[in-house]
């Protein structure tokens, strides 16, 4: 891979010991990846947040000096950072104290403390523009950052995320190149059918896509009769596909900014009613309930416009009861502050359905050990349901429809 003069005079350790170690990080995964160079990053995003998933590790991060080099966003950590809101969530003190000490390794180096999977709904707009480079680490906005804003990255590990943003470069491979981000795959959903998509059905099909493309770039062919997916079902879609395949963008017409330049590929995979019907809640999940059972809405963070459509649809169902089973709704912190949302009430008027009815901010029910006591999960998000059995103590997960999340609770 060729380096510039100021690279290799990185690599040979003039610019100190941190920057030589991510220089030598990036230039493996260049050579092993056949890179012919490093090129820039407008942003980076990265992993190993949560003490419940990176554990001791992060004292290397503690090792680390200097600052990162561009604006560098952070995954969720394993508990709400307000106050002392994680004793409220059941997380004992030691990990809290760990917790707190990855969170500062981070800071410390320039990594901005704001903890979320969706960066993209942060900076008041200032989304990633197509072509734009990133180096981003959380499965489910890599693949919304390539598929709906048209950015450009990899699906980075932890330590290849963090080398990234301290160098501010990554080595040019994979989904930075426009002939690598090409569709290898057609999937027809519910052709010659009827098939009205919403909600938590793109939660079903990302379920289903990653799983059968592995990974193969997939062009994405929404049934006619359904209306074109909103931001929030994108972003299920994209976290859905994210969890159970290893492919890091997807194509659909009208959404991703280069599908209308690609030539379809030959292979084709189909999708009907049927297989998206039996993503939604097994036999095996009959008895999902009562007791045991919990409400996680929120994977990925939720949106303005989800906690809206959450508080009214708890209005709805609620007819003037409260909330009888756990039921957690998570954002980012930014969200939950922001204008429109504390100008709403948004958080008060949800919390006001019981006591038991929590709004979490910079974690999340799979990266948290608070919520490792359950027996079943009802939820909305495709990633959870391939998660919650492997991270969150066996408890099974139950995809539903977000009203029937809701309904669930009471
Ligand atoms: Fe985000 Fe946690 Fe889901 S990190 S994508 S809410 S598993």
Known sequence: MHLTREEERIYEGEAGWTRQKAMEILVAIGEINDASMLIPIKTAHLSGASYKTIGDAFEFINSLEGRVAVESTLNPVGMDLEKE??????????FAKKQLAVLAAYKSLGVSAECTCVPYLLGG????KKGEHLAWAESSAVL??????????????APSALAAALIGKTPLYGLHQAENRKPTVRVKVCEREKCELADADYSALGFLIGNLVGDKIPAI???????????????????????????GMFHIKGVTPEAEEEELPEEEIKIGKEDLKAVFGGAEDENCEPEGTAIALGCPHCSP???????????????????RKDFFVFTARAIKESESVRREGLVEKIENFGVKVK????????VSPAFEGYDCVLTNSGKMLRYVPLLCGGARARLC?????VRGAF
Request: hydrophobic share 35%; aromatic share 4%; proline share 6%.
């Open 85 to 94: 809101k994680w004793r409220e969530m059941g997380v004992l003190e030691p």
């Open 125 to 128: 707009g200032d989304l990633p």
């Open 144 to 157: 919304f950052a390539n598929s709906v804003l048209g950015a450009r990255t990899n699906m980075e590990g």
């Open 221 to 247: 062919e929404l049934p006619v009769s359904s209306r074109p997916p909103s931001r929030d079902e994108l972003k299920h879609l994209s976290a859905a596909v994210g969890a159970t395949g290893s492919v």
């Open 305 to 323: 416009a989800e906690l809206r459509r959450i508080y009214g649809l708890l209005k709805e169902e609620g007819r003037g009861r409260k909330v």
């Open 359 to 366: 709004v979490i901010c910079d974690t999340c029910f799979v």
């Open 401 to 405: 429809r977000t009203e029937e999340c």
